[in-house]
């Protein structure tokens, strides 16, 4: 093949599972201009869009209650694309990516508190709450694994373990943020690296049980309360804070398992579905 060939597809086989790769003038098309052009499109037309509504909400400040939280999930969308689309800029500079993500994660940690605090903003709190449900009993549900809480009544300890199983993930998220960057200089942390010298194994286990933990906290607490919220209409946020936190998590692990490369795909990726959220 010579150097000034077009496009062509690389297909790697060896006793790794095969991938395959588009290549462009002899480099992969993520490393191009083009691509990443296109990435800072849609990541720049999120940022507007995203923009121009926090400036309507600053603008329109009637609520200021609820709008303050608003706004801080709103902030979301331009961190999440702005730092993705550096990952895809900085290719091949793995050490800088860490760093962005630092960032990123720690606002990931906050984007959780400030819906939670939404929501009981939206309740009037934990005692208008508990007036709301207090004595109702827990509904018998397999995809809620409540089947062991049948014939139980809210309480108020349920209320907390929603909101404390939820607000562990603000704390351990930045704490586990900051123990990656301490790694990083001292190459015990590399993406994707499953190593059980390395730190990726133990911070991505930890990681999913947080993850799942602060899921389930959420998903109980809004079928709890669903009935009161339901003239909100939360569920757009509810389903959009999840796609773009706890989806696009299983996504990059997922994604490592079959390619290192998978990491900057999901980065161009990430900066489309933005866009459009």
Known sequence: ??????????????TQP??????YNDRLFLHTVACQTIAGAFTWAA??????HIYLHLRH??????????VRLLFIVPIYSFVSWLSLILFTND????????????????????FLSLCYEYLGGEGAIMAEIRGKHIERRWRTCTCCM??????????????QATLQFCLVKPLMSVVILILQPFDKYKDGDFSITGGYLYITLIYNVTISLALYGLFLFYEATKHILAKYDPILKFLTVKSVIFLTFWQGKLSFMRNENRKKEKNSILGVLLAIF
Not at 1 to 14: A, G, L, Y
């Open 18 to 23: 095969q991938t395959t790769t588009v290549v």
């Open 150 to 163: 049948s014939n139980r009544e809210y309480t108020i300890g349920f209320l907390r373990f929603c909101k």
């Open 1 to 14: 093949m010579s150097n000034n060939s077009s496009i062509f597809t690389s297909t790697q086989s060896s």
């Open 95 to 114: 050490s800088y990516y860490v760093y962005f993500h630092a960032i990123r994660d720690c606002y990931e940690a906050f984007v959780i508190y400030s």
């Open 61 to 70: 400040y009637n609520v200021p209650s609820e709008q303050k939280w608003i």
């Open 47 to 52: 940022i507007l869009i995203t923009g121009y």
